[in-house]
Nanobody, 125 residues
């Protein structure tokens, strides 16, 4: 059974940084592509960043140059380093995993079968 547990959320002022972590268990971590999604208050869920099994990354335009996704296969852990945070980054952030081929849409929610419980990130101005 795939389990994904996020940590590292919290409150930060605009311009600050946070690092989210996601511990994966119950599946062969190295064979799954992973990603971060977020859902701002009152808005639709959106893809933030994805990383394949070989380390290829994809970012949403809104976070390019500010966020970095990475994975440590030895620790079964996914990370999201967030810098230059803005109030618009306020959302619940979800860690997701899939063993499906991501194709040309690595940030499409439909690609991912397994979701964590989410961690809140709040950025104040």
């Amino acid at each position: 059974q795939v389990q994904l547990v996020e940590s590292g959320g919290g409150s930060v002022q605009s311009g600050g940084s946070l690092r989210l972590s996601c511990a994966g268990s119950g599946y062969p971590f190295t064979t799954y592509s992973m990603a971060w999604f977020r859902q701002p208050p009152g808005k639709e869920r959106e893809g933030v960043a994805a990383i394949t099994t070989v380390g290829t990354t994809t970012y949403a335009d809104s976070v390019k140059g500010r966020f970095t996704i990475s994975r440590d296969n030895a620790k079964n852990t996914l990370y999201l380093q967030m810098s230059s945070l803005k109030p618009d980054d306020t959302a619940i952030y979800y860690c997701v995993a899939t063993n499906l081929w991501l194709g040309s849409t690595p940030l499409a929610p439909s690609r991912y079968r397994n979701w964590g419980q989410g961690t809140q990130v709040t950025v104040s101005s």
